[in-house]
């Protein structure tokens, strides 16, 4: 513990001392000072000139990748420095404007593209022109909106789970989508696709390992919750220390662990069915992409959720009739052991449910949230 809390220290120090270097280098460049507004900059930021330039350097057998030049607002927003993109718009306003030399693409194209979330959040709060930056289209006539559609493996993954990817990326299109008017982004690009058309196709094998993952994920599942169904019914029949046989009523009835007994092991049996059902309902649900926005997330948070709870209810069942087993004098040591044995197997579980929280957290929060191999 105390290990780890002093690497954060170096960490977070080291990028502290970071950031007051990026600010002495900025105040003492003179990288936008002279600069004068270009007569081959079209109306949306469009270089009009450098296709017939880039052309020509084609033609003399320059790569693409050698070409492609990025200014340090450009290099900071494709790889997320969120401090070094907001300090050269506070000192270089037209820097917003800037795109790169070949593929055209602007500081809100590399954001989407790069899934960089903050950074596009940034550039949503500022106050810049709406139509010439978001608008703005690469060299193939792609948008905001199709580039967000693009499925870049060669960007960190969030998350190795694909169900749990294919959940997260769904959130991007549409967080990307609904971030301005329908009408804003052009609808067809240069190959006359759409956005749509382009998520689709690109996202067709993730929906596939997404949709096996779902399978093989609920079959396991529904084997521990019919597991915790069969013992919470034998539970739920079995009345600890029997009935008296004068008036039948139960022999503990009067005590407070009798009824504890009683409406969690009643809990135990309600919630696993109900996640049996849940599991088989997930089963047979239709693997679409379309499918993964709603319909199966909801269905899985759900199944795991009854899952969990009905082996919560099940163990607070047994602790309450092991409670009628001890002695008055060993009911005191009994209570602390029981509080040990619940807080060791919740501690457990958190720790373990990383894929629950997870997706909690992309199924139900409105900015998707960038997560990671560590996260798992």
């Known amino acids: 513990m105390e290990h780890t809390i002093r690497s954060s220290y170096y960490v977070k120090q080291k990028h502290t001392w970071a950031v007051q270097i990026m600010n002495m280098l900025l105040d003492r460049t003179e990288l936008y000072q002279d600069f004068e507004p270009r007569a081959d900059v079209g109306e949306h930021g469009d270089r009009i000139n450098d296709h017939e330039s880039n052309e020509g350097s084609r033609a003399e057998g320059v790569s693409l990748a050698d070409q492609d030049r990025e200014t340090p607002i450009l290099t900071a927003a494709k790889y997320g420095v969120i401090e070094m993109v907001e300090r050269i718009l506070e000192l270089y306003p037209i820097a917003i404007y800037d795109v790169t030399s070949v593929t055209n693409k602007n500081i809100v194209l590399l954001a989407v593209e790069k899934r960089q979330i903050h950074v596009y959040q ?20 792609n948008s905001a909106l199709h580039l967000a559609a693009e499925f870049a493996p060669e960007t ?17 299109y549409q967080f990307v989508k609904e971030s301005m008017p329908p009408y804003f982004f052009p609808l067809h690009n240069k190959k006359n696709e759409t956005p749509i058309g382009i998520f689709t196709k690109k996202h067709s094998e993730l929906v596939t390992s997404g949709g096996k993952w779902l399978s093989s994920t609920s079959k396991s599942s529904s084997v521990v919750a019919t597991l915790v169904a069969s013992v919470a ?53 239709p693997y679409e992409a ?23 209810s099940m163990l607070i069942s047994f602790c309450a009739a092991h ?35 997870n997706l909690l ?13 560590d996260d798992f």
């Open 122 to 141: 940034l550039l949503l709060q500022k106050i810049i022109p709406r139509d010439s930056v978001f608008g703005h289209v690469d060299e193939d006539g």
């Open 290 to 312: 379309r499918d993964f926005s709603n319909d199966l997330p909801e269905k899985l948070l759900m199944s795991l959720m009854t899952l969990f709870m009905g082996i919560a």
């Open 156 to 172: 960190p993954r969030p998350g190795m789970i694909p169900g749990l990817q294919m959940l997260w990326e769904i959130r991007w």
């Open 323 to 357: 409670f009628f087993l001890l002695r008055n004098k060993q009911k005191t040591g009994a209570l602390v052991s029981y509080a040990v044995v619940v807080a060791l197997v919740t501690s457990l579980s958190i720790k373990n449910s990383s894929v629950f929280l």
């Open 233 to 285: 019914f034998a539970t739920a029949a079995t009345i600890p220390g029997g009935l008296k046989q004068d008036d039948g009523t139960p022999m503990y009835e009067n005590q407070l662990a009798f009824y504890i007994f009683v409406i969690s092991s009643l809990f135990a049996l309600f919630f696993s069915i109900t996640s049996v059902v849940m599991f088989f309902a997930l089963m047979s649900s």
């Open 361 to 373: 957290t992309v199924t139900f929060s409105d900015v998707p949230q960038r997560l990671y191999e």
